[in-house]
């Protein structure tokens, strides 16, 4: 556990939020590149798709530093639902109907990593998670053996619950340390097979922003930031895991009531 705090921002409205969140991306954007030429970003479902896509489709000031540069993004999914890449329960599906099929052709394509719609036939989510598993093996351990991938960036979201990724309040899979990628098949939100990236990989990544808006989320993210028996859910063992790495990207009204510190920009 780190004793760093995470940052909590607070914007009037989605449209002051998205601005701040571009600014946000752009900047891990440009440092990742700067680092070793490829941004390394993993991506949720829910409604962060939808606030990522105002944010990164927005013009450009005409800088460098504020112009998204897909080529170099390899985007990969931090939770999936166990379903065709075309089924709207699909997390790639949303990111591809929001984001990546809107994309200006002058700035490029990511290389995205979706599952193996394969092995969904097949139903075995166990299989699933290890085939995830493997193809982030193949991209953050090529060259060597490394105990985690560390990402450039994780884009979460949280649920009312308090759950992140595909991670819920309770469950064994928040005491897995060993896998990068799990299988859950009893999640108590549809659809119930999932696979999710483990807690050990969403706090090792270099910066992990998390998108909570609208009144809905008020009581959860009290929870989360200033209650003591808010400290086990999944959102909130994130922050303690991640200190200072962890920025969320709120509207007032998410954190309406809220005594944790807040910041206005970035």
């Known amino acids: 556990m780190t004793t760093s705090q995470p940052n909590l921002y607070s914007f009037p409205s989605t449209e002051a939020l998205a601005k701040q969140l571009r600014s946000y991306v752009l900047r891990c954007q440009n440092a990742a590149l700067a680092r070793h030429d490829t941004f390394r970003v993993a991506v949720s479902g829910g ?3 939808a606030v990522l896509a105002t944010a990164l489709l927005a013009d ?3 800088s460098p530093e504020d112009t998204p540069q897909f080529n170099k993004w390899q985007i990969f999914f931090a939770d999936e639902r166990a379903v065709p890449l ?33 092995l969904v036939e097949k139903g075995d989510t166990q299989e699933l998670a290890d085939s995830y598993q493997e193809d982030l093996m193949r ?14 960036l994780i884009l979460l979201g949280c649920g009312p619950d308090g759950h992140t990724c595909s991670l819920f309040p309770g469950h064994e899979l928040l005491r897995e340390k060993d896998a990068w990628v799990a299988a859950e098949t009893n999640s108590p939100k549809p ?22 808006t609208g009144g809905g989320k008020k ?31 709120t509207d007032h009204a ?13």
């Open 47 to 49: 409604s962060l798709p």
């Open 60 to 62: 450009s000031n005409g």
């Open 86 to 118: 075309d089924d709207k329960d699909s997390n790639y599906f949303l990111v591809n109907d929001e984001l990546l099929s809107k994309i200006p052709a002058e700035l490029g394509a990511p290389t995205v990593h979706p599952i193996d719609e394969k």
């Open 139 to 152: 991209s953050f351990a090529a060259k060597e053996s490394v105990k985690l991938p560390v990402f450039d």
């Open 191 to 212: 659809p119930p097979k999932r696979i999710t990236f483990t807690l050990p990989v969403v706090t090792s990544a270099l910066h992990i922003g998390c998108v909570a």
């Open 219 to 249: 009581e959860i993210m009290k929870a989360i930031f200033d209650n003591e028996e808010g400290r086990s859910l999944p959102s909130a063992l994130v922050n303690q895991g991640a200190g200072n790495k962890v920025s969320w990207f």
């Open 254 to 266: 998410a954190v309406e009531g809220i005594a944790f510190p807040r910041r206005g920009s970035l």
